[in-house]
């Protein structure tokens, strides 16, 4: 594996450029950019950084630019068509350790907290509700463990039917979650090795990838019999009477990290005061679109409903942005923290965050070999950036924009463990292979993929 760390004084030099000069106007060194999106509700910062003109207030001219699928706008990023981008947590990890396209992409941002749900057709719903209690109000008791789809997903393969699931991509948060979710209750969603990158060695459910925006339509075609999808496609699903989402991610992880802002480590050496912008930028969106228990959110809403951001009816983002989560039709409940964006610090790149993807990558095979605790520590120092994430917020503090409490300044990067899963596993971001040895399905040790089976070394 190529060596991928810059040398400390190398990221002084990137991260202070400009730290004596905290209150000053910053002076980019590149100020017209284009940055990619998927029509995701969690692009938000980026619409509302350059709608607020937040961009412009650090003298940066932004184009934001809707991209096909994650892969298109990965490469796009890689070759300086696009100049940062909107990016699943897995991908600027992945890149840089070689998995799939290899590059160095890092994160001094991230976007959100929360955001994601599965959804399933209303066939296998119908069978799922045989095995779900119901509360004192008649409906299903929340949240629902895949315990209640594992009898759906027998039933399956007794008739001979493989049981098919859709997610957005190999190392999207949504495939980890999916595979989290289906492997909490007791449903192996399969294995990746290097000579088989599909995903499905051993696998009781197949997943494969869907473009977020086609995951209803695959759906009722009958293609995937349901999906893990960020908004708006799982409200859709409920809109259009397709389907039903069973769980959100807030309870599989409750305030799991879900996208960030990728660039290449490249343009934050080239251009460190654009870059210091670009995270002011998006920090006083996030700040915004959380401010004042969420007063900001209808105005997001109409703004993310144009066809040049996500592009879905305002109703159906509402559905999920102002605090509501609707899973059968009328069946709505409270969920303040589904999108969050600043709160509980969602901005900051905390090392643990990064930690968890990489266990999710070893624990499925993606990453092939076992490797030393210490190895997940260095990758994840290597791809997310607080240092230039506290300097964007030490200068938002002295310019009035921000407070000191709004950041957390005393972090090592990890966060306390936590056992705040659907399946009661403590997390500890420090020890990321006694959190594999705790699992029941999923590689852990020596353990690798050897043909179709699991084999030690």
Not at 26 to 54: N, Q, R, S
Not at 119 to 131: L, Y
Request: charge should be negative.
């Amino acid at each position: 594996m190529r060596h991928f760390l810059c040398s400390a004084t190398m990221l002084c030099s990137l991260t202070f450029a400009v730290t004596a000069a905290h209150a000053e106007m910053l002076f980019p060194e590149k100020d017209e950019l284009t940055i990619g999106f998927i029509k995701l509700t969690d692009m938000a910062p980026l619409a509302i950084a350059k709608e607020m003109h937040f961009f412009e207030d650090e003298g940066l001219y932004v184009t934001l630019e809707a991209q096909a699928n994650w892969k298109v706008l990965l490469d796009r990023v890689i070759t300086g068509e696009l100049d940062g981008a909107h990016m699943l947590a897995g991908q600027p990890l992945a890149a840089t350790i070689g998995y799939g396209t290899e590059a160095h992409i890092v994160t001094p941002f991230s976007m959100d907290l929360n955001g994601n749900a599965i959804t399933v057709s209303n066939a296998v719903w119908d069978r799922m509700k045989e095995n779900i209690p119901v509360g004192p109000d008649g409906k299903p008791e929340h949240p629902i463990k895949a315990d209640a789809l594992k009898p759906v997903v027998e039933a399956y393969k007794a008739e001979g039917k493989p049981f098919k699931m859709g997610m957005v991509f190999p190392v999207s948060t949504h495939n980890y979650e999916l595979r989290y979710w289906l492997a909490a209750g007791g449903i192996n969603p399969g294995y990746y090795s290097p000579g088989d990158i599909s995903g499905q060695i051993q696998a009781d459910a197949l997943l494969s990838v869907t473009p977020p925006p086609q995951m209803p339509a695959t759906m009722e075609a009958g293609t995937i019999d349901g999906y893990c999808v960020g908004e708006p496609w799982n409200q859709a699903a409920v809109f259009k009477g397709i389907g039903v989402p069973v769980v959100t991610d807030y309870d599989i992880w409750k305030n799991n990290p879900e996208k960030v802002f990728g660039l290449t480590e490249e343009f934050t050496q080239k251009y460190p005061q654009t870059t210091l912008g670009l995270t002011k930028a998006l920090i006083r969106a996030a700040m915004w679109l959380d401010e004042n228990d969420n007063a900001n959110r209808e105005e997001a809403v109409e703004i993310l409903s144009r066809p040049e951001y996500v592009g879905a009816d305002a109703e159906v983002i509402a559905n999920s942005m102002t605090g509501t989560f609707e899973y059968e039709k009328g069946d709505t409940r409270p969920a303040a923290d589904f999108n969050v964006f600043f709160r509980h610090y969602a901005t900051y790149p905390y090392y643990s965050d990064a930690v968890w993807y990489l266990t999710q990558m070893r624990r499925w095979g993606q990453i092939a070999e076992p490797q030393e605790d210490g190895w997940y520590d260095e990758v994840a120092r290597s791809v997310y950036l607080p240092d230039i994430y506290l300097e964007a917020a030490r200068q938002l503090i002295d310019e009035g924009h921000a407070t000191e409490a709004d950041f957390p300044f005393d972090t090592d990067g990890y966060k306390p463990a936590t056992n705040e899963f659907i399946d009661g596993v403590t997390y500890d971001g420090r020890h990321p292979n006694a959190y594999l040895e705790s699992f029941p399905i999923g590689l852990k040790g020596d353990e690798v993929i050897d043909g179709n089976k699991i084999a030690g070394r």
